[in-house]
């Protein structure tokens, strides 16, 4: 009898470990269907430093990109800190394998009695997975792989390095990444200075980053940093008292200059500039900027109200503008009406067609053909290939010089001259003044049947100022890291090989000049020297006028987003105020 049951008991023992061995194997081969693809860690935005942007005068502008400090060492982590995030995240952290049944069914309770989720089960080490392994992707076979690259985590890297990685680059709010940054961020203060109510207070922004938010909700921040305080008494963390006295205590905010985001159609531009003059930098760099603020704020101000005014009467809903120095460094940028309604930077982002602003390029061309300000040209009625252009108002005209044409922006001269001396010269002249669009070598290019930015137009125009081709838009002046005095100083880039306009930059001035003397643009006259070109797209959908004085070029356009007509409005009409202004 003894022999059968030892016989049975045995026979028990290798079915258990044939199945604990069959179950290893299948856990093995789960985990390495959840990780054979996968990076170790994913790319992360918060890797790449934060911008602190300065005017020309040194004025902050505000921060772009995410804030994210060097890593702190796991004993850099002062406790308070640490059984704050533990208690109101994971307070089993120390006790579970990666995944936490516990918690999941305890989630799964509460949510069920509150008939809403209220609770989740994730674990720290499910959150760092989720963070930078698996990503936020909302399905079944995510969460397959997130518990089981979780538990093979728990096994590679152990407790402490988990918690160190995850404490250092948690979100919490305000482009804040990682504890140091926000530290940092919201209170000025090292990891080691942080009492219990702001040690709280950083852990409660991790469930919802956005909504706690204290830059944005103070109350609602310090209401969910009393629930944290709640979770460290019931979790053994602090007693009663110190609790208390958290809580009669609150965290004040102490904000830095890096918590102010710079929302700006330029600060946008600036900083995608920058990413590759700084990326060798992990912390924080302070950019200094070529904007002028005061010439900023005229120019704001000066398109809102236009758009207010006459902009309304004519249906013209939206404008941009650029002023560039004369080395092409830009002093203002106006992306639209209003950047907290519409980030779209209509200076930069936007293509339209030019119109007659095209035909700078059309006469540059001429001019190193050979032809002069005085020759003449036929501006009579032109045909080619059953396409006839038509001039503004229906006139037509006999032989005029190049100055007049010019002056008066007769479609039909343009087309016959871009014809003349060959569209592959328009082409060349618009290259060599650094418009980088696709042109279609049609005739209809001569009056602007091409999309084009108003940055680059207005650096064109810029070029012809300078003499020289091409001047490229610059906005960065100088950069360094942060709590550094001295900057490393930076100038206008150099875009291929420069070659002067020797001969032509003069007459071309002069036909530039001749407009608004006694052309289209008149009413962009100013007390001295001006110049500059009209532009108005078929059927009045864009107008523009581009034009530059001793000291700036400024660029503007005026249109509606979805390609509405406006009523009427040419490129010396409403576009005028904004550069006579600026």
Do not use: C
């Not at 007693?239 to 958290?246: K, L």
């Not at 995608?272 to 302070?286: I, K, L, M, N, P």
């Not at 002056?407 to 003044?433: F, H, K, P």
């Not at 660029?555 to 007509?565: I, L, P, Y």
């Amino acid at each position: 009898m003894a022999r059968a049951t030892a016989v049975v008991l045995r026979r028990y023992a290798i079915a258990i470990v044939a199945l604990a061995t069959v179950g290893a194997l299948a856990l093995s081969g789960a985990m390495l269907w959840a990780i054979h693809d996968m990076p170790l860690e994913r790319p992360s935005d918060a890797a790449r430093p934060a911008l602190l942007l300065e005017a020309a005068d040194g004025e902050a502008l505000g921060r772009v990109g995410s804030l994210k400090f060097a890593d702190a060492a796991r004993k850099d982590f002062p406790d308070r800190l640490v059984q704050a995030v533990l208690s109101i995240e994971d307070r089993r952290f120390y006790n579970h394998f990666g995944i936490d049944p516990v918690g999941v069914v305890r989630a799964l309770h509460r949510n069920a009695q509150a008939g809403e989720i209220v609770e989740g089960g994730s674990t720290i080490t499910q959150q760092l997975v989720k963070m930078q392994i698996v990503g936020n992707d909302r399905t079944l076979t995510r969460k397959l792989r997130e518990a089981l690259t979780a538990i093979w985590l728990d096994l590679r890297l152990g407790k402490e390095e988990i918690l160190t990685r995850y404490l250092n680059n948690v979100y919490l709010g305000a482009g804040a990444h990682g504890m140091p940054a926000a530290a940092r961020l919201y209170f000025d203060k090292r990891l080691d200075q942080l009492n219990v109510a702001e040690a709280a207070m950083l852990a409660g922004l991790i469930k919802a980053p956005s909504q706690y938010n204290p830059l944005r909700d103070l109350e609602g921040a310090r209401d969910r940093a009393a629930i944290v305080i709640d979770a460290m008494v019931a979790n053994g963390a602090i007693d009663s008292r110190s609790a208390a006295d958290a809580k009669a205590r609150p965290a004040t905010l102490h904000p830095t200059t890096e918590a102010s985001q710079a929302g700006s159609w330029f600060a946008d531009w600036v900083g995608r500039e920058a990413v590759g003059v700084t990326g060798s930098f992990t912390r924080s760099v302070r950019v200094r900027t070529t904007l002028d603020t005061r010439l900023q704020r005229l120019a704001e101000d000066v398109i809102n109200s236009a758009l207010a005014g006459e902009g309304a009467r004519v249906g013209a809903s939206q404008a941009a503008l650029v002023a560039l120095r004369g080395d092409g460094a830009v002093l203002a940028m106006v992306g639209g009406r209003d950047y907290r309604n519409s980030q779209f930077n209509r200076a930069v982002e936007a293509n339209r067609h030019p119109g007659s602003a095209f035909k700078l390029f059309v006469y540059l061309a001429a001019l190193r053909k050979g032809l002069g300000p005085n020759d003449t040209i036929d501006a009579g009625p032109v045909e080619i290939n059953g396409w006839e252009p038509e001039n503004f108002g229906g006139r037509e005209y006999g032989r005029v010089t190049l100055v007049d044409a010019f002056a008066r922006s007769i479609n039909t001269a343009a087309v016959r001259l871009a014809m003349d001396v060959g569209l592959d010269e328009v082409i060349r002249a618009a290259r060599d003044l650094g418009i980088d669009a696709q042109l279609p070598k049609v005739p209809s290019l001569a009056l602007g049947a091409v999309e084009v930015s108003l940055l680059d137009l207005t650096g064109a125009f810029a070029s012809v100022r300078a003499g020289r081709t091409r001047v490229e838009p610059w906005g960065i002046a100088a950069f360094g890291p942060e709590g550094q005095a001295r900057l490393q100083t930076m100038g206008p880039p150099m875009v291929g090989a420069q070659q002067s306009l020797g001969r032509y930059q003069q007459p071309m001035i002069d036909l530039l000049r001749g407009v608004v003397e006694r052309g289209t643009g008149k009413a962009a006259a100013l007390n001295g020297f001006a110049a500059g070109k009209t532009g108005t797209s078929q059927n009045h959908r864009d107008a523009w006028f581009i034009g530059f004085n001793e000291s700036l070029i400024v660029g503007v356009w005026v249109g509606n987003d979805d390609g509405t007509s406006m009523k009427g409005v040419v490129g010396g009409a409403l576009p005028r105020p904004f550069g006579s202004a600026s």
